[in-house]
């Protein structure tokens, strides 16, 4: 089952505009991470926030946690064309820090 | 150089055929993690190791199994190939030490016909 539910399934903006992707989840976590997908690679993490944290910024990147709510957001500000990707929600839990993932949400920044 | 690489990158199988696919990463992480990607699925565990004795199952480990043949090495087999575990297969790997960030390779397209 996945720990993480992504929303918007699908995003497509201007380039310029902010692009804004929800996270929710169902249980206790240790971290929560984002990361990012181009077209069949490999994974790239962006940015991580831990679960006694409520916002952290990474250049154009800003992650908040709400974990009353089990739920995280990313914006990425003043989008940008090469900003097209996948981008998935993961949270951590346990000891070991296993990572859950979300089913992702597909941003496509258009010129 | 790719700090975890995967191989083969591509392969196409018949079902019934035992297949293995080989992770190796020169990170020096103790970690190492083994996923299915299928569309609308998001990333699915199936095996991890946090060092070359330990191996654990992981959300989907029926049809798989694994050996982590030294730190660097974590191969993953598929015994007996059947449809459904067509995918995209990624190794990963993490050092807590470090943070708590994976690290993972281009992936493996598997195909099972």
């Known amino acids: 089952s996945q720990q993480g539910e992504e929303d918007p399934q699908a995003l497509s903006i201007q380039e310029g505009e902010n692009a804004t992707m929800n996270c929710s989840y169902k249980?206790?976590?240790?971290?929560l991470q984002w990361y990012r997908q181009n077209s069949g690679r490999g994974l790239v993490h962006l940015i991580l926030i831990r679960s006694n944290e409520r916002e952290k910024h990474s250049g154009r990147l800003r992650v908040t946690l709400d974990t009353s709510k089990k739920s995280s957001s990313l914006l990425i500000t003043a989008s940008r064309a090469a900003d097209t990707a996948s981008y998935f929600c993961a949270t951590g839990r346990g000891g070991g820090n296993k990572l859950t993932f979300g089913t992702g949400t597909q941003l496509k920044v258009e010129l | 150089d790719a700090d975890v690489t995967q191989t083969p990158r591509n392969r196409i199988t018949k079902t019934g055929k035992r297949i293995m696919l080989e992770c190796s990463q020169t990170?020096?992480?103790?970690?190492m993690y083994w996923y299915r990607q299928d569309p609308g699925l998001g990333l699915r565990l199936i095996y991890y190791s946090f060092d070359v004795k330990d191996i654990n199952k992981g959300e989907i480990s029926d049809g798989y199994s694994v050996s982590r043949q030294a730190q660097a090495k974590f191969s993953l087999s598929l015994e007996s190939a059947i449809p459904n575990q067509t995918a995209l297969y990624f190794c990963?790997?993490?050092?807590?030490?470090?943070?708590?960030?994976?690290?993972f390779g281009p992936g493996t397209r598997l195909t099972v016909t």
């Open positions: 990170k020096g992480h103790d970690r």
């Open positions: 249980t206790s976590i240790n971290n």
């Open positions: 990963a790997t993490s050092d807590p030490g470090q943070g708590f960030e994976q690290y």
